[in-house]
């Protein structure tokens, strides 16, 4: 027993219910935003006939970029997307 009345005890209280993760959530939400942009790059680059490299040699950007945003890999950066969109000679816009 405490000899204080004063003294309060913290509680910790556990939950053991499985709750995913904030940043879990949030990586899967990105990760399906970067491939439905991955996606609206694939089509109009190939509704403008270009190939990957094509593309890449008109944006000066590395094939292997090009690759890893069609397929949703890596996040570009917003300097990227308006060289890309600069490409193709569209609004960045319709790549979202």
Do not use: W, Y
């Amino acid at each position: 027993m405490d000899k204080n009345p004063e003294i309060r005890h913290n509680c910790l209280i556990i939950i053991t219910a499985p709750i995913a993760p904030l940043n879990m959530v949030l990586q899967s939400n990105d990760s399906d935003e970067l491939r439905n942009f991955g996606n609206n790059l694939r089509r109009i680059r190939k509704e403008k006939d270009l190939s990957m490299e094509a593309l890449a040699n008109l944006a000066e950007i590395e094939l292997s970029q090009i690759f890893r945003i069609e397929t949703g890999k890596i996040n570009p950066k917003l300097t990227t997307i308006l060289t890309i969109a600069r490409a193709l000679g569209i609004n960045p816009k319709e790549l979202f």
